[in-house]
């Protein structure tokens, strides 16, 4: 089994002040509105808040996304049960101090949720989806501390005709049009369940943050983030084949081009780039501006990105920084001189280390999941 640890620490960011808004029901920590665009109990990071920041997403300024709200949880009663009939020995039940006292292993990964960027197939495509309406800051990169599941999958039994896992939370259940869905949960399989992903227990170097799973969640590297369970609870470990309304009805491509019933659950997030810019950003013709951005990818390192400022005729490469964990994302620069004033676009287009390119257009589906097109990030330059 290869080794999540990673290198050298990397420094965060400063601390942030007061927040200038309450906090929205069912979130308990501030989200400022020159920090955070709030959508219900959900908030997204804005861009033009990462600038100077370091390469981890400060807590502070880590996405929120909760089908519900966010529960507090005393670790000190708190248990993670693992339990199924793929398990030798019967129901297992590991406390917080449990963790603690196993191996410990880091990895800095992101975290993005599946319909990041589905404002866009809007604003950008011209197609009417659904959810959430995300434009680009429900993603962030932490590093994660905590024990690896395939250790608590051994010490718990699990026997060779285990196929697939089903991780709970312990928020409340979630009611959609009338329908009571019951907690968040959904399937993992085991070969991703013992290959890299992590219960965690904490997030840049301190306990959880209550909205961000405390006592402990899973991390499931490269995965879109509802795999990445919050608040875990239980881990059902079964000899068959696992659903959920996650896997069956939510989280997975429907609509024209995709077959009767959606496509397969969503897994791998796809290619991506942001520029660190407010949206629209203002900028002054004449001078030159250092632009500063971030790309990732679920199938490895970001190996390239180019820049364009007309409407991608041509493309020009930007610098990457020296921060290219595998599982995280690239910090990149790009020095820019509008000539005149305007409205125009930046395009920022990234690819990995697969091969994987981003795309123009994103494939369509009427939940709005997946866009990892090239992004038009409007300019008004003066």
Known sequence: MTSMMDGPGVRRGARRTA????????????????????????AETRWEALRGEDYLTPDELFFVRSHTATPLIDAATWRLTLWGDALSGGPVAFTYQDLLGMPAETVTAFIECAGNGRRLYGEQQNQEVSGTAWRLGAVGVARWRGVRLATLLERAGMSDRAVALMPRGLDADYVEAGENLGRVRRPLPVAKALDDVLVAYEMNGRPLPPDHGHP??????????????????????????????????????????HPPGGGPPLTRV????????????????????????????????????????????????????????????????????????????????????????????????VLGYGFDAVVRHPVVVT
């Open 19 to 42: 927040p200038e808004a309450e906090t929205p029901p069912g979130v308990r920590k501030p989200l400022p509105p020159r920090l955070f665009a709030v959508h219900g109990t959900n």
């Open 216 to 257: 402990a969640r899973l991390v499931v590297p490269g995965w879109v983030g509802v795999a990445s369970i919050k608040w875990l609870g239980d881990i059902e470990v079964s000899e068959r084949p696992l659903e959920s309304p996650w896997s069956t009805r939510l989280y997975r491509m429907h609509g024209p081009g």
């Open 270 to 365: 796809g290619v991506k780039s942001a520029f660190e810019l407010p949206w629209p950003a203002r900028l002054e013709a004449g001078r030159e501006h250092l632009l500063r951005g971030r790309s990732w990818s679920g199938g490895g390192r970001v190996v390239r990105v180019e820049v364009s400022d007309d409407e991608g005729v041509s493309w020009r490469a930007a610098r990457l920084r020296d921060d290219r964990h595998p599982r995280g994302w690239v910090r990149w620069t790009f020095p820019w001189t509008p000539r005149e004033a305007g409205n125009l676009r930046l395009l920022a287009r990234a690819a990995d280390e697969t091969g994987a390119v981003q795309p123009d257009r994103a494939a369509y589906n």
